[in-house]
């Protein structure tokens, strides 16, 4: 199991999904590299053009489902059974609209929401899960923006966890944030199995998302603009914990609000165990959030995280 960490992932595909759901969305992720681009639906049909991983594309069309079998790194063969589908690209700065159809099992929904207050941009991301082998892989989440419908930023991902095993998953949750007039996201990640589970909360300064160094991949910018706040690790078998503590005595409240009752105090010492980092609550004046909380004598209440200190 690999630690969230920051990079620009270059090399990935996505397993098989169940058809009906995958194409409620509208907006789409290539999650292959040269991903060929069809006149028709068919291994066949005359080529458009090839597409790089990481491209943005538009659902159009769902079309018939095929059978295709692939050959993975570690020399299994995978089968997938998914849909033919039309779609064009999202437009570049650089780059016009191509339509045309590819096949379904090799893009995954992207998600969008407002990001940074701000009307004109967008936060677009996907949550894609990679086959290593038959029992194991990895879990990115992947973020882009769109200014105006343009994209001008495609290749942010946070590599979540890494396992081979049973029982494994993994889940990110994202928050963009405006605070004291710069952009931040905050991205909460959790991963379990049969043998460990890892809960942790990151903060990145996106304040200058423009910037070239993000497509340079310039380890040392990209480790300048992030920031982990909470972590907690356990390790089942061997007993191995890492687990977050307050760095002094702090209020654990009723409800997230610091109007709400004081139910008990967290001190330096005592274990803090996460019970949802799905949902953060932020205060509109203050940089920080509200993080749902157990302490050691069962109590649950909300933890004011102050990204200040």
């Known amino acids: 199991m690999k630690k969230s960490i920051l990079v620009l992932f270059m090399g990935f595909m996505l397993i098989n999904v169940f058809a009906n759901e995958k194409y409620e969305n509208n907006k789409y992720f290539c999650t292959t590299d040269r991903l060929k681009l069809r006149e028709s639906p068919s291994l066949d ?18 079309g018939e489902v095929q059978t295709i079998s692939e050959m993975l790194p570690s020399t299994e063969v995978v089968e997938y059974n998914d849909n033919w589908v039309k779609v064009k690209t ?34 677009l991301y996907c949550d894609f899960y990679t086959v290593t082998n038959r029992t194991g892989g990895e879990q990115n989440v992947t973020y882009y923006f769109l200014e105006n ?90 007993g191995k914990e890492e687990r977050f503590h307050v760095s002094q005595k702090t209020p654990l409240y009723k409800e997230h609000s610091f109007d709400s009752e004081i139910i008990a105090a967290i001190l330096p010492d005592e274990k803090i165990f996460f019970t949802d980092i799905e949902h953060l ?5 203050k940089s920080g959030f509200w993080l749902a909380v157990k302490n050691q004598s069962e109590q649950s209440g909300w933890l004011w995280i102050d990204c200040n200190n």
């Open 90 to 123: 999202v437009p570049s700065q650089n780059n016009k609209s191509v339509t045309g159809w590819v096949y379904g099992a090799y893009i995954t929904p992207l998600i969008e929401c407002e990001a940074f207050l701000d009307s004109k941009v967008k936060c």
């Open 281 to 285: 609550y932020f205060e509109d004046t």
């Open 149 to 238: 419908g343009t994209s001008i930023f495609k290749t942010l991902t946070i590599l979540v966890s890494q396992h081979d095993g049973p029982n494994w998953g993994a889940s990110s949750y994202l928050f963009p944030r405006t605070e004291n007039n710069r952009k931040y996201l905050y991205v909460s990640t959790k991963s379990s199995s049969d043998t460990f589970y890892s809960d942790s909360i990151e903060r990145y300064d996106m304040t200058d998302y423009k910037n070239p160094a993000w497509q340079e991949n310039n380890s040392k910018y990209i480790e300048s603009i992030r920031k982990e706040y909470l972590s907690n690790y356990v390790h089942f078998s061997s």
């Open 45 to 62: 049909s005359k080529l458009i053009t090839v597409l790089d991983k990481l491209t943005a594309i538009e659902f159009l069309q769902k």
